[in-house]
């Protein structure tokens, strides 16, 4: 403990520092002006301040009110001295924040006895203080664990379902990406934008429900095999259903809607606009842009030039425009993605 002197009168704060020394087991400093003490507390942080009312420089009352507007010395007992037994004198005492005050001339043994229950004040605070920075400490680690094993099985879930349609993860990995570029650039807030990263992995999870036969198919599916495929979105929002957390219920509407089209012509609901939930709208282009990218058994891969033009075609008709602005405002950074840029690879599960 540490204990804080504060008296223009050079005998009065001898006499002070001796009777707060004589408590034992503190360390004490001294201040004759109280300027000098404000400074020394912007240094150090004492566990009680003894401060007279009547002094040259600055008087108790605004040396209180100083410390008090410091969040280190919000707590901290402040005793006033004084030699004023006044009403008024003891009202501004403790309206201007300090704990308690003493009389002139005082028992040394009371004081003593006072400034004792005091620091025990002090020691009490200190120790709930630290026990509640111990306590937000374990449970922001046990919300980051909880976090990062919901995360993990999102991209292990995300690769399985990627496996089944017979590619190896990197498509998901790099729709995740895409959309957290748009999302960002589209303004959400960063919570949203990492929401959408790790839920857009989902986006196709209704196709584990669809035969091997219609998902490996060479060529162009038929109409019949096409109305079987598209139930891979109602499937996917059936078994993300009535989820229990934010990043589950964002897969259900990802998974839902990200075929709907802006203009209406989508499936399954003929959404349209903004009607569509903004999750949606911004894996539908992530989704489009890396499928035009990739190889299938019934087309080439497509250039990004070719791609990015595709995207921007489909600006207000396919695509929400402001989401295709988003887009093209983080161009080189998609583009980097694309082509496997180092820069643009952060590490699978960093949110
Ligand atoms: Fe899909």
Known sequence: ??????????????????????????????????????????????????????????????????????????????????????????????????TDFVNKPFDPIELQARLRNLLALRQAQTELADRADWLAREVAA?????????????????????YRDGNTGEHVSRVARICRLIAEAAGLDSERCRIIYLAAPLHDIGKIAIADALLSKPGRLDPAEMATMREHVTIGARILQNGSSELVRTAELIAQSHHERWDGAGYPDRLSGTDIPIEARIVAIADVFDALCSERPYKQAWPLERAYAEIVAGSGSHFDPACVTAFQSRWPEIAAIMTGSPAALPAISAA
């Not at 002070?16 to 020394?21: K, V």
């Not at 094993?149 to 379902?161: G, P």
């Open 142 to 162: 046990a919300t980051h664990d909880l976090v990062a094993r919901e995360e993990e099985v999102i991209w292990r879930l995300a690769r399985a379902i990627e």
């Open 1 to 98: 403990m540490q204990i804080l002197i504060v008296d223009d009168s050079r005998s009065s704060l001898a006499y002070l520092a001796r009777i707060t020394t004589d408590i034992g087991g503190c360390g004490v400093e001294t201040f004759l002006r109280p300027s000098e003490a404000l400074q020394r507390c912007s240094e150090t942080q004492f566990d009680l301040v003894l401060v007279d009312h009547v002094m040259a420089e600055m008087d108790g009352v605004e040396l209180t009110r100083h410390l008090r507007a410091r969040q280190p010395y919000r707590l901290v007992p402040i005793v006033m001295v004084t030699s004023d037994s006044e009403r008024e004198v003891r009202r501004r005492a403790i309206a201007c924040g300090a």
